[in-house]
């Protein structure tokens, strides 16, 4: 029975079916059962629950859901029912945590859906108690508690933690199967401030227990705190290492992670110019020398980001060349002189790997983010809607 006959939307995303442009997406099927190893290694016997908010940081979440429970992982975590929604109607039986904390009027489809609730807020527990009272559902339901220990933007505040926890302890309706908590500088030169947040997790999990709440599972590790090996607990919660992005340093002999995404596309356009012409919206790259400029058919509207714009590079023929002039919505303009036999219909690859005639060379998402003055996730997360995932083994 769905409370008020909410219906939870699922996102939408273009099918390979409609990719009548070059520009594609290549998810690595192979490179997510590989990052999940590592991370496995990393996690030392803690549950591996991949993160897979945001369509799976872009890769496309049922997709990889499914690769990744067949090689192993023990559950999911993603931001918003919807996505957990999504998981469970492509198939997933295995435990998914929906950790942004929005149930609006769909909490019995939640449960329906065997999706299980972060809380942190007391409307929530009332919420949940009062779909159980109803006897919409059997038995208690379960939660995972999340405390806020530092990050300050999600979870029970360690000074309202003793109150919150008796009551909730008292609510019979209610089980806290797990507690979380969130880090805000597993990636930092100094482990310090996690190992901080981590004192504070004990001791909230010591003021649980002391009120009678008994978690069965515990977790706080992100990528950068499994893969330093910290912040250890039942399970740890990878998002980016997964699709390989590493925001630390692996120990030697770790092994690497493998970028599970790449982005191509072809050049549409070619011509030449003269020294002194002007390229591009705002004209804001003018030839140095008698040039050849490619035009590609991916732009902002596709998650190559306008701040690339004369900043970042793109592979074509094996070899990298800049991107020259303002990067518009569909398209993008790329300095080919030095490409020897460039032609219309090359491929040009703005992430990842390729190899060519005139050699062979990669972009990372680390690199991508730099010269867009972001971050990785964020790299990943923008390849929008328009552009098609082709899933690929190996
Ligand atoms: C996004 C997120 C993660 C995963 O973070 P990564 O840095 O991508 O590994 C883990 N936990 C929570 C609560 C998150 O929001």
């Not at 998402?365 to 790299?379: D, L």
Request: glycine share 10%; with cysteine.
């Amino acid at each position: 029975m769905l409370e008020g006959g909410a219906r939870v939307m699922r996102p939408r995303r273009a099918a390979p079916g409609d990719a009548v442009r070059p520009t594609r997406a290549e998810v690595n099927l192979a490179a997510l059962r590989h990052n999940l190893r590592v991370v496995q290694k990393h996690a030392e016997g803690q549950k591996v629950w991949a993160v897979l908010k945001a369509d799976g940081y872009g890769h496309g979440s049922p997709a990889v859901a499914r690769t990744l429970e067949r090689a192993g992982a023990d559950g999911f975590c993603v931001a918003l029912l919807e996505e957990g929604i999504e998981l469970r109607e492509a198939g997933i039986m295995a435990p998914i945590l929906v950790m942004g904390g929005y149930y609006g009027s769909a909490t019995a489809e939640l449960l329906a859906r065997r999706l299980t609730p972060v809380v942190y807020d007391w409307s929530q527990i009332e919420a949940f108690s009062r779909l159980a009272r109803s006897g919409a559902v059997a038995g208690p339901v379960d939660v995972h508690l999340k405390i806020d220990t530092g990050m300050a933007r999600l979870g029970v505040r360690m000074n309202e933690l003793p109150a919150f926890a008796a009551r909730l302890a008292g609510q019979q309706e209610i089980r806290v199967t797990g507690l979380m908590t969130h880090l805000a500088d597993a990636d930092a030169a100094s482990p310090e401030e996690m190992r901080e947040q981590m004192r504070k997790f004990e001791l909230a999990t010591a003021e649980g227990v002391k009120v009678g709440l008994r978690p069965v599972v515990r977790h706080a590790a992100n990528s950068a705190a499994v893969l330093r090996r910290e912040a250890k607990l039942d399970a740890v919660r990878p998002g980016v290492a997964i699709f390989g992005v590493s925001p630390v340093i692996l120990e030697q002999g770790a092994g690497e992670l493998h970028l599970a995404m790449r982005v191509r596309t072809e050049i549409a356009a070619l011509r030449t110019v003269e020294a002194g012409e002007r390229i591009g919206y705002g004209g804001l790259w003018t030839a140095a020398r008698k040039s050849v400029i490619a035009t590609i058919p991916m732009g902002y509207a596709d998650g190559l980001s306008r701040a690339l714009t004369n900043r970042g590079h793109a592979l074509v023929r094996g070899k990298r060349v800049p991107i020259a002039g303002a990067v518009s919505m569909d398209m993008a303009m790329l300095d080919v002189t030095d490409i020897a036999g460039v032609s219309v219909r090359d491929e040009a690859v703005v992430l990842g790997a390729q190899e060519g005639p005139l050699g062979k060379d990669s972009i990372s998402a680390e690199e991508v983010a730099k010269h867009a003055g972001t971050i990785a996730w964020e790299v990943l997360t923008s390849i929008s809607r328009r552009v098609p995932r082709f899933y690929r083994e190996p």
